[in-house]
C-alpha cells in the first residue's frame, strides 16, 4: 500500500511540474513574441504617424483619423485583413474586404457574423483587437499587433496555429459614440 501511495505521490509531482513547464514555455514564447513585435514597429517607427501601446497592443498608425477617439461603450466599423504574425504580416487567415475574401476563399456575405462592427468592451473581439481599436478614429489606417495572449492563446482558431501573435492590417470606417 505504500508503494502505491508513494507512485501516486511522484505521478502527482511529475504532472505538475510537467504542467509548470508547460507554463514556463508558453510564457517564455510569449516574451519572444513581444520581442518580435517590438522589432517590427521599431522597424516601422519612421513611416509610422504614430504608436500607440495599450494593455499589451500595439496600433501603429500609418494615416491619421479625425475626430473623437473610439472609447468604451462606442461602436467602431472597421475593414480589416487579419494575418498572423512573423516579423511582420505572414499567413492572411480572416479578412471583411472583398478585394481579398476570393483570394483567401472567405464568403464574408454568408458567415452569419460581421466582425467589421464591434461595440468596444462588450467582450465581442479577442483582447488584443479590442485594445488597439480603443483610441482610434474615423479614417484611421493602421496596423494592429499583438502577442498571442492577446488573441487566441494556446488553442488552434480556424487555421491559426497556437501561441500565434497576430497583426491586423485595419481601416476604421465610423465610429458611433455611445
Not at 519572444?32 to 522597424?43: A, K, L, W
Not at 494615416?63 to 498572423?84: M, Q, W
Not at 465581442?124 to 492577446?150: A, D, H, R, W
Request: net charge positive.
Amino acid at each position: 500500500m505504500k508503494t502505491i501511495n508513494n507512485r501516486l505521490l511522484i505521478s502527482s509531482f511529475l504532472i505538475l511540474a510537467l504542467a509548470g513547464c508547460a507554463k514556463e514555455d508558453r510564457e517564455t514564447m510569449i516574451a519572444m513574441e513581444i520581442r518580435s513585435i517590438d522589432t517590427y514597429v521599431e522597424s516601422k517607427r519612421s513611416t509610422a504617424k504614430e504608436v500607440v501601446i495599450n494593455s499589451g497592443s500595439t496600433r501603429l498608425v500609418l494615416r491619421e483619423g479625425l475626430g473623437e477617439p473610439a472609447s468604451s461603450g462606442d461602436s467602431v466599423f472597421f475593414k480589416y485583413a487579419g494575418y498572423t504574425f512573423s516579423n511582420g504580416p505572414s499567413a492572411i487567415f480572416d479578412t471583411n474586404l472583398d478585394s481579398l475574401s476570393s483570394k483567401l476563399g472567405v464568403e464574408i456575405r454568408e458567415r452569419g457574423f460581421d466582425l467589421g462592427h464591434s461595440k468596444l468592451g462588450s467582450g465581442e473581439l479577442i483582447k488584443g483587437l479590442e485594445y488597439g481599436l480603443t483610441g482610434s478614429k474615423v479614417g484611421e489606417y493602421s496596423y494592429i499587433l499583438f502577442p498571442s495572449s492577446l488573441g487566441f492563446g494556446n488553442s488552434r482558431a480556424g487555421t491559426i496555429p497556437k501561441m500565434s501573435p497576430l497583426i491586423y492590417e485595419v481601416w476604421v470606417t465610423n465610429i458611433k459614440k455611445q
